[in-house]
Structures are given as structure tokens and as C-alpha cells.
């Protein structure tokens, strides 16, 4: 089983900025699609972004203001996260589809291999 761990995750103030870090092992990382995924208290897990190649997608709540990035050589991948609202609070998840060089796709059941957690709470 691919292992994922995720850090950076903390608290910040409504309109600071958090970076995440997910890192991956296995083999090939670089053509397996990756997503960051959350889930706030009594909310089902959403989809907040992902990337593959040179494509990436993100959930309308997020656009304009989270990137994510990868660094295949270094098996890492990143959720640069600005302008943070409470409504971003929740645990935050990267995963692993295991389908290479499949797109980029919003569905959890599609990504099984998933990290931890990293908790991240905005407040004003």
C-alpha cells in the first residue's frame, strides 16, 4: 500500500496562509493523479483540488486562492492555501488515485490510498 503523509496544518486567522504537505511513497509517483481532499464536522468528504501532468481542477470554494503543486523527484506534493476562511476549516487529506495517467476526478471512491489528516482551522 502506497503510504501518504500529510503536514503543515495548524491554526491560522481568517485571510492568513497555510502550506501543506503530503509526502508519498511507491513507485512511479509521477503518473498516478493526486488530490487534496476535506472534511469538516458533520460534512462529507469533499474535493478541494488535484493534479496530474500539466492538469489540474479545483473546487469553485477554492479557486483563486489554494494551488497545488508536486515535486515528482522529491515524491511531495503541496497545498499552498491563501486568503483562508473559516468555512476552510477541516481535516485536510491527500490521496492517491491508483489509475496512471488517469484525469484528474472529483470522486473520493476514485483515490485509495489516503494520508492521515492534517487538521487546519481558520478563525476570526
Known amino acids: 500500500q502506497v503510504q501518504l503523509v500529510e503536514s503543515g496544518g495548524g491554526l491560522v486567522q481568517v485571510g492568513g496562509s497555510l502550506r501543506l504537505s503530503c509526502a508519498a511513497s511507491?513507485?512511479?509517483?509521477?503518473?498516478?493523479?493526486m488530490g487534496w481532499f476535506r472534511q469538516a464536522p458533520g460534512k462529507e468528504r469533499e474535493f478541494v483540488t488535484g493534479?496530474?501532468?500539466?492538469?489540474?481542477d479545483y473546487a469553485d470554494s477554492v479557486k483563486g486562492r489554494f494551488t497545488i503543486s508536486r515535486d515528482n523527484g522529491k515524491n511531495m506534493v503541496y497545498l499552498q492555501m491563501n486568503s483562508l476562511k473559516p468555512e476552510d476549516t477541516a481535516v485536510y487529506y491527500c490521496?492517491?488515485?491508483?489509475?496512471?495517467?488517469?484525469?484528474?476526478?472529483?470522486?473520493?471512491?476514485?483515490?485509495?490510498?489516503w494520508g492521515q489528516g492534517t487538521q487546519v482551522t481558520v478563525s476570526s
Open positions: 493534479i496530474r501532468g500539466g492538469s489540474t
Open positions: 511507491g513507485r512511479s509517483f509521477s503518473v498516478y493523479p
Open positions: 490521496a492517491v488515485n491508483p489509475t496512471p495517467y488517469a484525469p484528474v476526478v472529483r470522486t473520493p471512491i476514485s483515490y485509495t490510498y
